[in-house]
T-cell receptor, first 114, second 115 residues
Framework: GDSVTQMEGPVTLSEEAFLTINCTYT??????LFWYVQYPGEGLQLLLK?????DKGSNKGFEATYRKETTSFHLEKGSVQVSDSAVYFC?????????????FGAGTTVTVRA | NAGVMQNPRHLVRRRGQEARLRCSPM?????VYWYRQLPEEGLKFMVY????????ESGMPKERFSAEFPKEGPSILRIQQVVRGDSAAYFC?????????????FGPGTRLTVL
């Protein structure tokens, strides 16, 4: 079945550093791809998404591009802040009539130090 | 507008007991989803419900697990005769409509520990 593999953490960075979290997927067709973020004590929040190949999702300085040829959706941010400390989840949706089903990676914990 | 509420946040049960997890969706949302996150793994879809109906329970274990979303009140995920392997984080999400075009809003999760 469809699955997502993302970079293992934890990742520790200094403020203003560049962040990349790798995410690759396995799917039989062309799913939609998502990044969710979970801040301490809160639920997962949608950070960005892309619904077709070569789409770029962006939000709050984060970007990810849907790469069909490499089946990847890597998350990047050019200059992180302490407030970006969180757990980041890559996810894909099932296709067709079942696209409410999300499949998630294991999550990557990111800590940004001042 | 309050977000998705889940309670309890932490639940400890002994083997053989029952666990009841509650989820109140966002106001106006009639679609509820339950996901389970086992240690070191990603969230896995369990069940999708609308008011009074189970739409898709393909991710639910065949035995001991059940879910409901009554006309009034929260959605309930019930686990009977819990075993240690049920220890996990259980997340609930809600949306305005079906399909991935309708964002799923997640609650903070319930951490179940089975002793």
């Amino acid at each position: 079945g469809d699955s997502v593999t993302q970079m293992e953490g934890p990742v520790t960075l200094s403020e203003e550093a560049f962040l990349t979290i790798n995410c690759t997927y396995t799917a039989t067709g062309y799913p939609s791809l998502f990044w969710y973020v979970q801040y301490p004590g809160e639920g997962l929040q949608l950070l960005l998404k892309a619904t077709k190949a070569d789409d770029k999702g962006s939000n709050k300085g984060f970007e990810a591009t849907y790469r069909k040829e490499t089946t990847s959706f890597h998350l990047e941010k050019g200059s992180v802040q302490v407030s970006d400390s969180a757990v980041y989840f890559c996810a894909l949706s099932d296709q067709g009539g079942n696209d409410y089903k999300l499949s998630f990676g294991a999550g990557t914990t990111v800590t940004v130090r001042a | 507008n309050a977000g998705v509420m889940q309670n309890p946040r932490h639940l400890v049960r002994r083997r053989g007991q029952e666990a009841r997890l509650r989820c109140s969706p966002m106001k106006g949302h009639s679609h509820v989803y339950w996901y389970r996150q086992l240690p070191e793994e990603g969230l896995k879809f369990m069940v999708y419900l609308q008011k009074e109906n189970i739409i898709d329970e393909s991710g639910m274990p065949k035995e001991r697990f059940s879910a409901e979303f009554p006309k009034e009140g929260p959605s309930i995920l019930r686990i009977q005769q819990v075993v240690r392997g049920d220890s996990a984080a259980y997340f609930c999400a809600s949306s305005l409509g079906q399909s991935s075009y309708n964002e799923q809003f997640f609650g903070p999760g319930t951490r179940l520990t089975v002793l």
